[in-house]
T-cell receptor, first 110, second 114 residues
Framework: GQQVMQIPQYQHVQEGEDFTTYCNSSTTLSNIQWYKQRPGGHPVFLIQ?????EVKKQKRLTFQFGEAKKNSSLHITATQTTDVGTYFC??????????FGEGTQLTVNP | AAGVIQSPRHLIKEKRETATLKCYPIPRHDTVYWYQQGPGQDPQFLIS???????DKGSIPDRFSAQQFSDYHSELNMSSLELGDSALYFCASSLRGESTGELFFGEGSRLTVL
């Protein structure tokens, strides 16, 4: 089963609105990664969070790792049409595998 | 910069046929992963190799096998294909450190089984 629960499954926003997707785990995570997959494309790495309470920013994107290292969020400020895609969190599970959350599909209406 | 190369990009097979997907990882990357992604689904881990040795195995059917060769390229072999095998198959590579690290994905091979 899924190691992380990701919500919401879908998010439709008007261009300029903010967007947030959340990942939650029942167990403490060593780290968490975020990927973006454009429609018809492949997953592209965005960031990795390692430290408890860590906050990282990439332009309009803000990533947070919870204090207990059991949850994480990705927030996009003032969405643009170029933000369209599915955002996945991913965590290390057994062995070397990276297990993906179910993803949040973002659509942006211009 | 060199990326992960996958071939073929598209293939169409009949039920019970065999398919082989190829992956050329980024040079000097030591770990290769195979993922399967159905429509609207998240990528599902199939198998990984570290330094040409199988390092982890996920929900990969017995009809599937994979290996990594001396030149580090990897192949995913799928036999007795079923309709449900229709999916996008991604290969990814990484340079393993203390953690799994960033995965670099290829553009994928889209398999359609008729």
């Amino acid at each position: 089963g899924q190691q992380v629960m990701q919500i919401p499954q879908y998010q439709h926003v008007q261009e300029g609105e903010d967007f947030t997707t959340y990942c939650n785990s029942s167990t403490t995570l060593s780290n968490i990664q975020w990927y973006k997959q454009r429609p018809g494309g492949h997953p592209v790495f965005l960031i990795q969070l390692v430290k408890s309470g860590e906050v990282k920013k990439q332009k309009r994107l803000t990533f947070q790792f919870g204090e207990a290292k059991k949850n994480s969020s990705l927030h996009i400020t003032a969405t643009q049409t170029t933000d369209v895609g599915t955002y996945f969190c991913a965590v290390e599970t057994s062995g070397s595998r990276l297990t993906f959350g179910e993803g949040t599909q973002l659509t942006v209406n211009p | 910069a060199a990326g992960v190369i996958q071939s073929p990009r598209h293939l169409i097979k009949e039920k019970r046929e065999t398919a082989t997907l190829k992956c050329y990882p980024i040079p000097r990357h030591d770990t290769v992963y195979w993922y399967q992604q159905g429509p609207g689904q998240d990528p599902q881990f199939l198998i990984s190799f570290y330094e040409k040795m199988q390092s982890d195995k996920g929900s990969i059917p017995d009809r599937f096998s994979a290996q990594q060769f001396s030149d580090y390229h990897s192949e995913l072999n799928m036999s007795s294909l079923e309709l449900g095998d229709s999916a996008l198959y991604f290969c990814a590579s990484s340079l393993r450190g203390e953690s799994t690290g960033e995965l670099f994905f290829g553009e994928g091979s889209r398999l359609t089984v008729l």
